[in-house]
């Protein structure tokens, strides 16, 4: 990229790199924390719907399709609503649709109505869409463009905490411990059939309502605090970047592609993480629960062992690592047998878990004016978690509820993201 079409990243007040800028460094850690709340708790949504709303494993995936279908039909909304409002509005606004979707939990569970459940969800995945277009960039650009990757990753660890917080909160006060087979059902009256299903049903109304009170009180203090509004400005001053445009830039092409992998793959691990431990591991709902704890912790730990490692490991290099460790544990989880299986996949998270900022990352790294509409696409590439989980259901389901089977489809993903951390991070004409 030669002088004349450089771009130059402007933060209005002050310099981009100032300690002024660690409070709201911190205020968007706190996003990273509250979406990673949102998703890991689908992971106990999905079993526990499944039981409520008396589904099949692909019908139960419409819960990942809900939320994920929506960061795809809302990702050019979110980026033209963000090149015109600013961060700080788009991140309020996300807030209050997120609340908004949380808070209709309530009505859904009362009704016992699972397209309500997915209607609340969509409107959830509406509101993560807003916060993650705005919160990823906001937090690579703040500061030192050489740090950005630490910094993302530093900020997504806190995303990885939710998945050890979330499973946590959910075994507690969503999962009941209580299942009962499809012929125990049908040996009920349609009375205590109804009671149990709708008492199942309505464990989700207290988590999500305290859900919503935290996320407006949040979004109020992201009105009165301020934050820095940074923007992509060219030299001659005049603001660039366009969504088809950002696609010239062939290693955010293959970014969007990786991400649309890794994001389905992250689902299906997870989505399906409770009935692998209870099939494969053997073990009840509740304890099958506090394994995907585990599972957050290793993430976690993931997270912030990533981004310490990148100071003297590369990026890509870590990435391509990291995914072929998750390839071979994708083979232990399909052709092993008892409770390591559940290991195996527990291991999966921390291996996992540096994917989505360091992907992120290297997608805009270099892209400048096309920053923004470079996110977009990053963020619309997340509907591989509404496409991937579903594929992975049907394909238990077609093979009598095998579990392990449908584990083969994160395994392709990784290898796709293997190559990604090999040769499609590349910047052509980088030199």
């Not at 579903?390 to 994160?410: C, E, H, R, V």
């Amino acid at each position: 990229m030669n002088h004349e079409t450089q771009p130059e990243i402007i933060v209005e007040g002050n310099s981009a790199s100032g300690k002024r800028y660690i409070l709201p460094f911190i205020l968007v850690v706190s996003l990273f924390f509250l979406w990673g709340m949102a998703h890991n708790l689908d992971s106990i949504l999905i079993p526990h719907l499944k039981k409520a709303c008396n589904l099949n494993n692909r019908q139960s995936t419409l819960i990942d399709t809900s939320v994920f279908f929506a960061y795809f039909l809302m990702a050019i909304p979110a980026g033209i609503i963000l090149k015109k409002w600013g961060y700080k509005a788009t991140m309020i606004c996300g807030l209050l649709a997120f609340a908004f979707g949380a808070f209709l939990f309530v009505p859904a569970a009362n009704t016992l109505s699972y397209i309500t459940f997915l209607v609340a969800l969509f409107i959830i995945g509406c509101g993560l869409t807003l916060l993650e277009t705005s919160a990823n960039p906001y937090a690579a650009v703040l500061g030192d463009p050489a740090k950005a990757t630490s910094r993302l990753n530093l900020a997504a660890s806190f995303n990885g905490l939710a998945a050890m917080v979330a499973p946590a909160i959910g075994g507690l006060f969503i999962l009941s411990g209580k299942s009962h087979t499809q012929a125990e059902l049908d040996a009920m009256t349609e009375v205590t059939r109804n009671n149990y299903f709708l008492e199942e049903a309505a464990s989700v109304k207290t988590p999500y309502i305290t859900l919503g009170i935290v996320l407006i009180v949040i979004a109020v203090i992201f009105y009165f605090i301020h934050l820095p509004e940074i923007k992509t400005k060219s030299i001659d001053g005049e603001a660039k970047g366009s969504f088809f445009g950002a696609l010239r830039h062939k290693h955010l092409r293959w970014a969007v592609i990786a991400q649309f992998f890794y994001v389905g793959a992250q689902v299906c691990v997870t989505s399906f993480f409770i009935r692998m431990a209870q099939q494969g591991g053997g073990f009840d709902e509740k304890t099958a629960a506090s394994y995907l704890v585990l599972y957050g912790f290793l993430f976690t730990a993931g997270r912030f062992a990533g981004t310490a490692l990148l100071q003297w490991i590369s990026s890509h290099k870590l990435l391509a690592i990291y995914a072929i460790i998750s390839t071979l544990l994708c083979l232990v989880a399909i052709l092993g047998q008892g409770s390591y299986v559940v290991y195996a996949l527990g291991a999966i998270g921390f291996f996992m878990s540096i994917m989505f900022p360091t992907i992120f990352a290297l997608g805009i790294e270099g892209i400048g004016e096309d920053t923004k509409p470079g996110s977009s696409w990053l963020i619309m590439s997340i509907v591989g978690g509404a496409i991937l989980p579903f594929g992975m259901g049907s394909l238990i389901d077609a093979y009598g509820d095998n579990i392990q089977i449908g584990y083969s489809i994160p395994l392709v993903c990784f290898l796709i993201i293997l190559y990604f951390g090999l040769k499609g991070y590349k910047i052509v004409g980088k030199r």
